[in-house]
């Protein structure tokens, strides 16, 4: 089955389905369900797929807030302070992250789009940007391949950036205990499972400084001393190495999840 397979499988139990993120995504899953394109996020139970779903229901919820804001502060009129500084008020409270110089707050639509819920707000009550208050399923993108790591490295999602390699880079979980090397397409290339259970007194302070050599010779296409980094670190134990040897380990790079 391979050294992913048996960190998975040996994992010392760990607080992910209790956590923040966990809670998130069970209270506001349903925000997803009239909506074809999300349908295998309606039933996430791994931790990464629960990161991936939580981005698009913070997506969407932002979408909604923004919507909001604008018709409210239409409402109000010359109340108050000016559209701008109201709008930048209700932003200051969302999800966001920049690409080039442009804000994302919507991930479910491309950079063209998402102008209108960073600025041109305006354009929300008009054609043909109209569709994009109800019936906007079709415009839709898949905001993990078309903005790659990006989506990951925001508050979109609590991941801790560990190493960024060219377009791909590796995260920290520290709810779910694990390491996750994304590719340039958003996708994960690997999940590394930490503290086994037959790992003696597991430390899990300075984690970011231990990973870091982790993740450089995953990125170097080096099993030797991805094994070596995570011994040393005691991010695993060495009975586990070897218990998974015994069954045929893979070449981390080379293997999934």
């Not at 779903?53 to 302070?81: D, F, M, P, Q, T």
Request: proline residues 4%; glycine residues 6%; contains cysteine.
């Amino acid at each position: 089955m391979g050294l992913y397979h048996e960190l998975a499988l040996h994992q010392r139990k760990t607080a992910f389905y209790n956590s923040a993120e966990a809670l998130f995504y069970r209270a506001n899953a349903g925000v997803m369900a009239n909506f074809d394109c999300f349908a295998r996020y309606l039933k996430a139970g791994d931790p990464f797929d629960i990161v991936r779903a939580n981005v698009i229901i913070r997506s969407l919820l932002s979408k909604r807030a923004i919507e909001r804001a604008y018709r409210e502060k239409l409402r109000l009129g010359r109340k108050g302070i000016s559209m701008e500084e109201f709008m930048r008020e209700r932003l200051s409270e969302l999800p966001s992250f920049t690409i080039g110089d442009k804000k994302i707050y919507v991930p479910l639509f491309p950079s063209s789009l998402n102008s209108l819920y960073a600025k041109e707000w305006a354009k929300l009550t008009i054609s043909p940007y109209l569709s994009l208050l109800k019936d906007f399923e079709p415009l839709i993108i898949d905001p993990f391949d078309y903005y790659g790591i990006g989506v990951y490295d925001s508050n979109f999602t609590r991941l801790v950036p560990v190493l960024r390699a060219g377009k791909e880079a590796a995260f920290y979980d520290y709810d779910a205990e694990r390491l996750y090397f994304v590719n340039g397409q958003g996708r994960l290339e690997a999940s590394l499972a930490l503290f086994d259970e037959y790992l003696d007194f597991p430390q899990k302070t300075h984690m970011i400084q231990r990973l870091r050599p982790v993740a450089e010779a995953f990125f170097a296409f080096d099993e030797e001393k991805t094994l070596s980094a995570l011994l040393d670190n005691r991010l695993i134990s060495g009975r586990l190495i070897h218990k998974a040897a015994h069954k045929g380990v893979s070449e981390p790079r080379g293997e999934k999840r």
